[in-house]
Structures are given as C-alpha cells and as structure tokens.
C-alpha cells in the first residue's frame, strides 16, 4: 500500500511534519524531506517524489497522421491516429466527470479554449443527477455567512479548514445566482422569493432546491448549456483509466488521460494542458450506498497513483436514511444503489421511530431529528444493534398529505410503487453509505500537487466538511471549486505548452479482447465477486462504529483479497498494461478502500464520522488532517500507474 500517511495541522496548507506507518500500524517519524510547503494557496512538493513516472520518451512511435475532427470557436481541434490504429485527442481543457463541477467548470474554460468533458456512463449520471435536498447557501437577509461558516466547522467537529470555509460561505449566494443564470429552475415561494428549506445542522433556512429532486434539475440545466456550447464535447462511455503524467525535476506533470470506450472497448488517449478532476466519489467500496454505480473512487485512485496528495479519507458519511427495501411491502428486487429518503424529511418535521413505534432521537441527542447526519446514522446502528432489527422507521405521515406530495414528490413516488403510501405510513429506513469527505489534497484554487492537475466536487478534499460534511454543503463546495480552479487553469494553459508528440511518451494500454471470450468471462466473474466481498468486508470491518482490531483485520483481508485476484488475473493471462472496465473499476476500488483503512488506522480518536471504539473521544492533539503521501513502495496492481508498468 503506498501511503505514507502525516498529520498536519488542522490549516490545510501549512507546513507539517511527517509520519510513516510502519508494518506494525504504529506511527514512526520519517521522510522528513517531505513537506508540504507552507504558502497559502500552493501544494509543492519537495524533490523525494518518486522516480517510477519517468518515461522513456524515445521508445515509442511518433504521431504519424494528423487529422482535424471538429472546428471548435478557437481554431482546430486535433485527433491523431498511430500506426496500431490507436487514437489521440488533442484539448485546450480536460474535464474527467460529468456531474455539477465537471459541467460548471467546462462551461467556463469554454471561454478560452477547446474543452473534452470525459464521462464514463451517460453524461447525465453521477451522484449530482441524485442530489435530492439542495444546495446551501445564505440568501436570506436574516441569515449571515457567518452562521453558515458556524454551521459548517460545528458539523465538521471542528477539523475544517476556516480559509476554504470562509471562502465557499461568501462565494456561495454568487454561485447560486450563476447558476439560475444558466438556467436552473429553483422553488419559489408566494412572496416571489427562493423557498429556503432547512436542513438538519443548520441553524437557518438556506437550501435552495427544485422539491426533491434538486440534482436532476441542476444537471439538466447545465448540461443543457453544455450540449449548446460549440467549443465543449462530451465524450460518454469513456472510462478514465490513468493520468498521464512525467517528472520534471521535482515535479509531476499531468498531460492528460488514457481511456477506454466502454462499448466499443477502443482505447483513447486524450492530451491536454489542464485536467480537471471531477469524478465524484467512492460509494461503491460498500456493498449498500446511495451514489450511483458510476462512484467507484476511480478519480481518488488515479489521482493517488500519480502521486497526488489524499487527505481525510477516513471520514466516509453514512447517510442516516436510505429507503430500507426490506421493510417495503412489495420487495424490491435488488438495486445497484439504495434510494435515499432525504434530510429534508427530518427538516419537515419527520420522526424517528424504532419498530416499537418509540421515539429514539431525542435519548441521543437534544437536537433530536435534526441533529447532524453521524449523530442521527449512529443512533439508528445502535438501536438496530441492540434491538437485533433490520431498519428503523421514518414517519412524515402527521404532515398535511398535500405539503408532503409537493415536497417529496420523488420519495412518494418511489415509495408508492412498492405498495407504501408516505401520507398514511412510515418509511422504512437504514444508513448507507453517502459522502466521501476526504480526496485529492485541493489549495484554494482547486489546485493539486500535480501541475496541470486541479481537481473539484467530491474527489476533492477542500478542507470545507472537515471530519463531517453538513448537508448540501457538498453541491455547493463543487460550484465554488469548478469556478475558483478556471483562472489558475486559464493561466496555466497560456504559460505551458504541449509538446509535439506527446501521445507517443506512454505505452498503449491494451484491451483484453486478445484473451478469449472464455477466459475474459472468467476474469470478469471473479472481478464481481471480489467486487462484493470487498463490498462485505468493508461494511463489516470499515462502517459507522469502529475499533482498531477490526481494522487491522479490514487491512489483512483486504491484503489478502487484492493479491488472489492480482495472482488470479495474471495467472489467466492478464498484463499489467491490460484495461478492462470491470478489472480497472476494482483496481480503483481496492486502493480507495486501503486508503480509507489507512487513513482510519492512524486516527486515534472518535471526531465526526470516525468512531472507535478504542478511542471514543475527541483528542486536542489529533485535532489534524489525515495526509496520505504517495510512496515508492507501489507494491500493487491498484497503486501503480499502468504506463509506469515494467515495459516487456
Ligand atoms: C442520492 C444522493 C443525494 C444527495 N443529495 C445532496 C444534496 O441534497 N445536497 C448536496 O449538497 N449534496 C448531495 N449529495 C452529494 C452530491 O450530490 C455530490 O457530492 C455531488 O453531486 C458531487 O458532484 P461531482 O460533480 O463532484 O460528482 P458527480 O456528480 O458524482 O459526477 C461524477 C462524474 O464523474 C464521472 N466519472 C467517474 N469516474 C469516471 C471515470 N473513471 N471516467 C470517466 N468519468 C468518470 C461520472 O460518470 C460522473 O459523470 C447527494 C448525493 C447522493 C448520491
């Protein structure tokens, strides 16, 4: 596992000294050459990076055709097509994601140059699409981005960064008004005003949102712009595989990104002067979530292989109600993800009931229902662990029928077409996971320690939620980020240049077609079936209530896991340069998972949505960000990059 893993302070951008977990789980002062530097807005990396990304530039063939695809405002946009057939396609901009930072940050890179938004489904999915609550921001005059900056360090328990705080508070209402600018349609009330809803952690009504299915609505509407914007295209089904990235001196240098066309299996190599990072996040490293299928940390691996700096990973959110399908009398059949009841529920009034009908909330918690979401998903594990049930009850059913269809009409609706009425009954209820608060180490301009490389959205750790994100507070965090991180990308474009042949640095990945349609079902097969016992040992192992022991057993297992199936692919032929969608998905998610148990492992404390059991309070003196360095030691198939494979 490549992590060296340091605790800073709790300022994302200071100088920090530097640990490295030793075999043992403890934490041993070393590398104390690695830094991060200590100015304000910048990541730099001191000169230990590893060596393993350099690349022989003269060992593979030159570009030989260059053709002109598209006509973009800003002159030509370029595809190069190699010897073997292979394809390359030039950009001013990349954008990996399709979801609410990806689409707001390509509209307004859109400006300057030529821009490939890369997405690996259908651009309209991503977790954005499901956002139901809304988005956070101070609209209303009796309210104050002070209360919101409050808010959100109480909800982060006082681990978030007060600067990027400070910042996404104030740039917020902006971002909104942006937004509705583009197009997005928001609820009104009678007086003409936005309908601010409240949420649970916050002290004032500030969620703007379009009922209950906000996402949809802001995803349309950007995408909308997009599709009308002559100098964006959109590349679907092209799954991101690997950052392109060189050492120069001390530096890594993105370049661009290898993909894989999900249908077609074709690999296509995209070149670029700018990336930006917005793939979302890593739901999928537990078996029952509400993002959808698309959230399997590829843009945290792939960022974490290129020796970008991972922070916070510890800090998963497990949302608090998630549609229990068991408790629904018609059964669904199984689903990719769970159905998300939203906070807003709880913010209007719904009640917290155990299958006794008792009220539990308020014997946890004086805030009762609206407490913060780990407040709320650890009271609900533990009356389902005492109580040895399978789902607790959320009941909106005492609210006026009509306020509760024209709030939820997503959730009634949902609810209904498995024979429950929400006005007459109670919801069946039980956490998932939700939230990926920890990322790819962002300064305040979305930049990373990769030149080139900036990222925004949930990839992203801000240092904005801290060790517990507040609700809507992530839509938002995306809107500021996509449009804080287009200056330094303009301007990094306009100093740097793309060299001539580039395409030609890195080996080709290669489709796995060559291995037989036999042997690649076969491969396949074990891939999902690893894909759920990881799954499975993650939510036992790695879910709201911890203990060291049980990590360290996540840790062995997971060790263990990775090496069979590793030993089991190359045994039936696999190489390392070998791309598939499902193989590469459980690449990313064995590194995300190592990455949280890691990140986890070196918590000694219980703050926000870490809790353990071995320390069950918070600690003053670990009052500090998880940063996961990259190190040399990339022992798996999960952790190195595949152009920097051994070239046979
Ligand atoms: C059910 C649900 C409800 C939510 N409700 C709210 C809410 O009310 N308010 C709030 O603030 N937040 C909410 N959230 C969280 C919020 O929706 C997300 O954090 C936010 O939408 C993330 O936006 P994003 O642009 O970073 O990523 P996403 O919207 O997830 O988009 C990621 C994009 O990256 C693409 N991608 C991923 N990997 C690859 C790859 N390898 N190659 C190419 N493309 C790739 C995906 O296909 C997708 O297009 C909710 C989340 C869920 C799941």
């Given at each position: 596992m490549a992590t060296g893993i340091a605790s800073g302070c709790g300022q994302l951008h200071l100088r920090k000294p530097v640990y490295l977990r030793n075999s043992y789980g403890n934490k041993a002062h070393s590398h104390s050459n690695v830094i991060l530097n200590g100015?304000?807005?910048?990541?730099?990396?001191?000169?230990?990076?590893?060596?393993?990304?350099?690349?022989?530039r003269s060992s593979y063939p030159q570009c030989q055709v260059i053709k002109t695809n598209w006509k973009s405002r800003r002159g030509t946009i370029k595809s190069c097509q190699q010897r073997d057939g292979s394809v390359t396609r030039y950009f001013d901009f990349i954008v990996i994601g399709s979801g609410i930072a990806g689409l707001r940050y390509a509209l307004e890179v859109a400006k300057h140059g030529t821009v490939a938004v890369i997405t690996k489904d259908e651009p309209h999915e991503s977790s954005t699409n499901y956002a139901q609550g809304g988005v956070s921001a101070v609209l209303c005059p009796l309210d104050s981005v002070e209360n919101h900056?409050?808010?959100?360090?109480?909800?982060?328990?006082?681990?978030?960064?007060?600067?990027?705080v400070k910042v996404v508070c104030t740039e917020g209402p902006e971002r909104i008004r942006e937004l509705i600018a583009i197009g997005a349609s928001f609820d009104h009330g009678e007086d003409g005003n936005l309908d601010?809803?409240?949420?649970?952690?916050?002290?004032?009504?500030?969620?703007?949102?379009a009922a209950d299915m906000t996402g949809r609505e802001i995803e349309r509407a950007l995408l909308e712009a997009v599709f009308k914007n002559p100098n964006v295209h959109v590349f679907q089904h092209h799954f991101a595989i690997d950052l392109l990235t060189t050492q120069d001196g001390s530096d890594i240098v993105c370049h661009g990104v290898d993909t894989i066309h999900t249908e077609t299996k074709e690999v296509i190599r995209f070149i670029s002067k700018v990336t930006l990072l917005?793939?979302?996040g890593v739901g999928h490293i537990y078996p029952s979530t509400t993002n959808p299928t698309v959230a399997t940390g590829d843009g945290m691996a792939m960022a974490h292989r290129a020796q970008a700096v991972i922070s916070n990973m510890e800090f998963v959110q497990f949302h608090p109600t998630a549609l229990a399908d068991e408790g629904l009398p018609n059964i669904p059949s199984a689903r990719e993800n769970a159905f998300l009841i939203t906070e807003a529920v709880r913010g209007d009034g719904g009640i917290l009931y155990n299958l006794d009908m008792e009220r539990f909330m308020p014997t946890y918690d004086e805030r009762a229902e609206l407490a913060p979401r780990d407040v709320v998903a650890r009271s609900i594990d533990d009356?389902?662990?005492?109580?040895?049930?399978?789902?607790?009850?959320?009941?909106?059913?005492?609210?006026?029928?009509?306020?509760?269809?024209?709030?939820?009409p997503n959730i009634a609706a949902e609810c209904l077409r498995h024979g429950l009425d929400i006005t007459q009954q109670p919801i069946p209820v039980v956490p998932a996971a939700h939230y990926m608060c920890g990322g790819v180490r962002a300064g305040l301009e979305g930049e990373t320690n990769v030149q080139g490389?900036?990222?925004?959205?949930?990839?992203?750790?801000?240092?904005?939620?801290?060790?517990?994100?507040?609700?809507?507070n992530s839509l938002l965090e995306a809107l500021v980020f996509a449009r804080r991180a287009v200056q330094p990308s303009i301007d990094h474009v306009n100093v740097s240049r793309i060299?001539?042949?580039?395409?030609?640095?890195?080996?080709?990945?290669?489709?796995?077609?060559?291995?037989?349609?036999?042997?690649?079902?076969?491969?396949?097969?074990?891939?999902?079936?690893?894909?759920?016992?990881?799954?499975?040992?993650?939510?036992?192992?790695?879910?709201?209530?911890?203990?060291?022991?049980?990590l360290t057993a996540a840790e062995k297992r997971i060790r263990e896991l990775e090496l069979e199936w590793e030993t089991y692919l190359f045994q039936h032929g696999w190489e390392p340069t070998m791309v598939g969608v499902e193989a590469c998905e459980m690449r990313n998610l064995f590194c995300c998972a190592n990455l949280v148990v890691s990140s986890a492992l070196s918590r000694q404390e219980s703050r926000g949505l870490h809790y353990t059991t071995d320390f069950p309070h918070v600690e003053e003196s670990e009052r500090l960000p998880t940063v996961i360095f990259p190190s040399q030691r990339n022992s798996t198939w999960s952790t190195r990059q595949l152009h920097a494979q051994p070239i046979s």
């Open positions: 100015t304000q807005n910048q990541i730099a990396w001191s000169s230990w990076v590893s060596n393993v990304l350099r690349v022989n900056i409050q808010d959100t360090i109480v909800a982060g328990a006082y681990l978030c960064d007060k600067e990027t601010l809803a409240r949420e649970g952690g916050h002290s004032h009504h500030r969620i703007v949102h917005a793939s979302g009356q389902l662990k005492k109580r040895g049930e399978k789902y607790v009850l959320l009941d909106i059913s005492h609210k006026p029928r009509e306020k509760v269809l024209s709030h939820f490389l900036y990222v925004a959205g949930e990839v992203a750790c801000t240092g904005l939620h801290g060790a517990n994100r507040l609700a809507s060299e001539h042949g580039a395409s030609s640095w890195w080996p080709r990945p290669i489709a796995p077609m060559v291995l037989g349609e036999t042997i690649l079902n076969k491969v396949i097969c074990r891939t999902r079936e690893v894909r759920k016992e990881l799954q499975s040992i993650m939510w036992e192992y790695v879910g709201i209530v911890r203990s060291t022991s049980r």
